[in-house]
């Protein structure tokens, strides 16, 4: 079923280790995005990517980094975590002509601890 | 840049009450208008959408209204159910641009 996947769902991790938030969609959408999302809600822009080998930070000043080889595939990662990292991040994906809409990943929980 | 502002923040009706939520955008090139709908624990989908060319849109329970001259948007929702409860989304966009989004509507019905 075309989608977009996020691994993993949860993830509980100690201070300084490196890790990687795995993002795929087999939709062959352009446009790819990282949010990170507060308890409170509210959904800040990390991240956002037009197309293979463009990446953009986002609004929200974030310490993580993305690539993009491929087009269905657009990782997150964080070369140290630390407590404040603790956050749901999702990730979302849209077309490029049409697609002002977003379809949005599961998500995964990060705990820094 | 585009700016969107949501009200309230939260919201409690009683079931079978119908619940308004209102968003302001501050560009007036922005010509779509998504609402998200995130059930606890689940990820932000889209409920309905509206473009500039249209003042109204409407589907079974919900509908989505638009002033373009005040820049305003809203969400309605007829006879809530408790399936209703979530966090609900705004957004605006003039397609050239990434989704600008509310600050979220936490909506409770209350059985």
Redesign the interface.
């Known amino acids: 079923e075309a989608d977009i996947y996020q691994t993993p769902r949860y993830l509980v991790i100690g201070t300084g280790k490196k890790i990687t938030l795995e993002c795929s969609q087999t939709m062959g959408h352009d446009k790819m995005y990282w949010y990170q999302q507060d308890p409170g809600m509210e959904l800040h822009l990390i991240h956002y990517s037009y197309g293979v080998n463009s990446t953009e930070k986002g609004d929200l000043s974030s310490e993580s980094t993305v690539s993009r080889i491929r087009t269905e595939h657009f990782p997150l990662t964080l070369e140290s975590a630390r407590p404040s990292h603790t956050s749901q991040y999702l990730c979302a994906s849209s077309e490029s002509m049409w697609g002002l809409s977003y379809t949005f990943g599961s998500g995964t929980r990060l705990t820094v601890v | 840049g585009e700016n969107v502002e949501q009200h309230p923040s939260t919201l409690s009706v009683q079931e079978g009450d119908s619940a308004v939520i209102k968003c302001t955008y501050s560009d007036s090139a922005s010509n779509?208008f998504?609402w998200?709908k995130?059930e606890l624990g689940?990820?932000?989908?889209?409920i309905i959408?509206i473009r500039s060319n249209v003042g109204e849109k409407k589907d079974q329970r919900i509908a989505v209204t638009l002033n373009k001259t005040a820049k305003h948007f809203s969400l309605h929702i007829t006879e809530t159910q408790p399936e209703d409860s979530a966090?609900y989304?705004c957004a605006a966009?003039t397609?050239a641009n990434?989704?600008f989004?509310g600050?979220?509507t936490?909506l409770t019905v209350i059985p």
Do not use: A, E
């Not at chain 2, 689940?42 to 889209?46: F, I």
């Open positions: 779509y998504p998200y995130q689940k990820r932000p989908q889209l959408d966090v989304f966009t397609g990434n989704l989004f600050t979220g936490r």
